[in-house]
């Protein structure tokens, strides 16, 4: 990485350096870039191969994130597989046009939560995991979890604090957090404050996709009502 300065705008900017070498002769091609994306790295391998005029046996990549695509089944998703080319979105009245904006991955970076209702065998959870695909594929952490198996992991360490806040923030550090099968059962007291303390982390921060039966005009009963279900309604939809 190295700075310049530009003369057409005068102001102080990044390059980032990309080396391939022969291991043996040294040979060296070297390119500076905009950026470390994958569409910049890219370039730089075509740029690489014409300039050496050949394609070496192997070539190995030193500490490489920018090519990788990381795989699904690291964020635990419920169908690895799924896709936009096999999401059926006449059969499920869904518009494509909006599905594929949603997957050019918009939402996290503006941190817009998303809510996917519907009722039982809709798709709503092949369609939060084909999103959850996608920000794999941008090398977006990623994580789906259901909401019982979240809300378990708290009861089974309710006397424990540490775990609790650790567990909290491990949650809350990802890039996209999915949590399906939300408030299809009734939460008490203590959960909606955990869940308020792990909204609360994840606002304005990143998003986080809700999954579930129920319509919104339902969740603050199901929150267990007064101020906290406010508090988490109020960041849920900020």
């Known amino acids: 990485m190295m700075n310049y300065i530009d003369p057409d705008k005068n102001t102080q900017c ?15 091609y070297v390119e500076a870039a905009a950026s470390m994306n994958q569409s910049d790295w890219l370039y730089c391998n075509v740029h690489m191969l014409e300039f050496f005029e050949g394609s070496p046996v192997k070539i190995v990549c030193d500490n490489l994130k920018t ?20 999401l059926d979105c006449e059969a499920r009245g869904i518009n494509r046009d909006t599905i594929v904006n949603l997957a050019s991955m918009g939402f996290v970076s503006a941190a817009t939560n998303l809510i996917i209702t519907g009722a039982t065998g809709a798709g709503k959870t092949y369609l939060s ?15 789906y979890i259901r909401m019982p198996d979240m809300l378990g992991h ?15 923030k491990r949650l809350g550090n990802y890039k996209v957090l999915i949590i399906d099968e939300w408030l299809n059962y009734k939460i008490n007291e203590r959960e909606s404050k ?28 199901r929150l267990g009502g007064g101020t906290q279900a406010d508090s988490i309604m109020d960041r849920i939809h900020s």
Do not use: M
């Not at 990044?14 to 060296?28: E, G, I, K, M």
């Open 14 to 28: 990044t390059a980032y350096l990309f080396v391939a070498t022969f291991p043996y002769s040294q040979y060296t």
């Open 67 to 86: 090519g990788v695509i990381a795989h699904p089944k690291h964020a635990e998703l419920k169908y690895p597989n799924a896709s936009l080319e096999t």
């Open 129 to 143: 995991c084909v999103l959850g695909v996608e920000a794999c594929k941008q090398t977006l952490r990623t994580c």
């Open 154 to 168: 708290f009861q089974n360490h309710k006397d424990n604090l540490r775990e609790q806040v650790r567990y909290r």
């Open 194 to 221: 955990f869940i308020y303390e792990l909204i609360e982390q994840r606002c304005g921060n990143s998003p986080t996709i809700f999954v579930g039966q129920y319509d919104v005009e339902d969740w603050h009963e």
